[in-house]
């Protein structure tokens, strides 16, 4: 199955930024009213609602969050660096990713029980995934079918790698796969082959923040087998123990 890194993204042309920070101003009201009133309808259910409820309140407030990075990337403000667990970062989001990609798609993780610690900014990391995810169910449309969120360690082989090793985010679709034509041109801003629904935003914004934090990303593919989407970020040096996971091919084939 061949592996795709992606080096470089194509410029993206100038906005108007007083118009971008408008915009970006009238949806974090919107979304502060999202939040405030999933507050109000939390107090005295019951427990099946109040994770749904749950839900909605954490998605806006993670998108008042990102909206506020945005602003903050416009006035250069470097967004803020932390040390965390992958493997735990990633179980925290299933709850929200279940709900964003719907029932017709089964979710599961393979975290395993070793650390895999990495320094990032933890809500760009959650765009990162969110996207993933995100693409993973459209891929396989209204057919449904699995996602697999695996997480390891990629360790150095060469002397030229970075030192530490890599921490692994893959994420494993049961898709078509992805035809060369596209596969040559999907991480270029505002490329799409959505017809109505696609901005050509998200594997732009993926590669952007994964490049920034010092890492890169590796596409499997092939036709009616399904996409792995491999993220490589640097480990956080005499962290973790872990063995090496993913030295090999993807486990594409191998889910259910």
Known sequence: MPSLPFDSLTPVEPTDDLLVAGVIHDVRNLLTGVVLSSEVLLEGQAESQEIELNTIRNCAERAARLLEQVLGAMSSKKAPMENLELGEFVERLVPELQALIGRNCRLRTLCGNTSVPIC??????????????????????SAGGSIVIRVGVRRPHLEAVQAGGFACLEVIDTGPGIPDEVRARMFEPFYTTKKTSGTGLGLALVRAVVRAAGGHIEVHSSPEAGTSFRVLLPLLMGQSESEDYFSGPSILTAVP
Request: charged content about 10%; aromatic content about 4%; overall charge neutral.
């Open 120 to 141: 990032i900014n933890p809500d760009r990391l959650s765009q990162v995934l969110f996207n993933l995810v995100l693409n993973a169910s459209q891929a396989m449309g």
